[in-house]
């Protein structure tokens, strides 16, 4: 099964070696799509463009670039709002966000992430198991 992932995050870098560690761990394939952005615009573009339930999975940052006027919650909120059923996870290095955000995500299908700390790899872990489980593997 291919699986088709975008990732939105205003520092390439961190969409690239995540790609390749999940590559590594054997959750992505060669035929999986992972597809990268550095801003929600060009994210919407593509979401709009592609079919509101083209991605089974979205990986989005919440703190953008700073000239971005919506933050990532919001842009998954507006996501769902046109339809979007698959999986959705917001990720962020600030906890406080996080935990801020946790309060009000109930009726939402938003997961959430924290960045790891250097020399972890949690995240991976977390995000390896959901891929396999989307794939329908058991991990």
């Known amino acids: 099964m291919m699986l088709k992932i975008a990732f939105v995050d205003d520092i390439p870098l961190i969409a690239t070696i995540c790609e390749k560690l999940l590559r590594n761990r054997d959750a992505l394939s ?3 799509r992972f597809d ?5 615009r060009a994210f919407m573009e593509a979401f709009k463009f592609r079919g509101t339930n083209y991605y089974d999975l979205i990986i989005c940052d919440h703190h953008l670039e700073e000239n971005e006027q919506a933050k990532g919650y919001d842009v998954l909120l507006l996501i769902q709002s046109l339809g979007f059923k698959n999986t959705a ?3 962020s290095a600030d906890n406080q966000a996080l935990l ?5 995500i109930d009726k ?5 992430m924290a960045k790891d700390a250097p020399g972890s790899t949690a ?11 989307l794939k329908g593997i058991k991990s």
């Open 36 to 40: 990268k952005f550095t801003n929600s």
């Open 30 to 32: 060669e035929i999986d």
């Open 123 to 133: 995240s991976i872990e977390h995000l390896s198991k959901l891929i396999f489980r």
């Open 89 to 91: 996870i917001l990720y």
């Open 108 to 112: 939402q299908k938003i997961s959430l």
């Open 100 to 104: 801020d955000i946790s309060m009000i």
